[in-house]
């Protein structure tokens, strides 16, 4: 094997460093090109949202001023009013069918059916037991 020698010439340094700069540039080109292709899809989506945001906000505005200036919003949305829509009546899905009366709970203590050991109201307890 021939050995390279431990010395090399002004001209040979210079094409070796030459070299260096065209490969460190072209890699610079190839990196910008990439991080472009990903940024500006990016910059596009986000500038997208941002005008939407504007828009819905404008819709916002507009619905706000509308609901402010009609005569019957006084009526139908007073602060003073204590009525909550959170107020709701619990109603039994039994009272349909037995209109108001109690309905005694009765424990299931037949193993074919799917409520074994669980209270049952009587209607129920009938209807599994029928089938």
């Known amino acids: 094997m021939k050995s390279q020698p431990d010395f090399h010439t002004r001209e040979e340094i210079d094409q070796l460093v030459e070299g260096i700069y065209r490969a460190v540039e072209t890699t610079g080109e190839r ?5 472009d292709d990903i940024y500006f899809p990016i ?5 997208a949202l941002a005008s939407r945001v504007e ?4 819709e916002l505005v507009e619905i706000q001023s509308y609901i402010a200036r009609r005569p019957e919003a006084a009526l139908s949305i007073h602060r003073r009013n204590t ?5 709701h009546n ?15 709970k009765t424990t299931s203590d037949m193993s074919n059916t799917p409520c074994h050991g669980e209270e049952i109201s009587a209607d129920t307890y009938a209807a599994l037991t029928k089938h």
Do not use: E, F, M, Y
Request: charged letters at 25%; proline letters at 3%.
């Open 43 to 47: 910059d596009l989506s986000i500038s």
């Open 31 to 35: 990196l910008d090109g990439r991080c």
């Open 83 to 87: 009525k909550s829509i959170d107020i």
């Open 90 to 104: 619990q109603t039994s899905i039994d009272s349909d069918t037995n209109r108001g009366r109690l309905v005694p």
């Open 55 to 58: 828009a819905i906000h404008g």
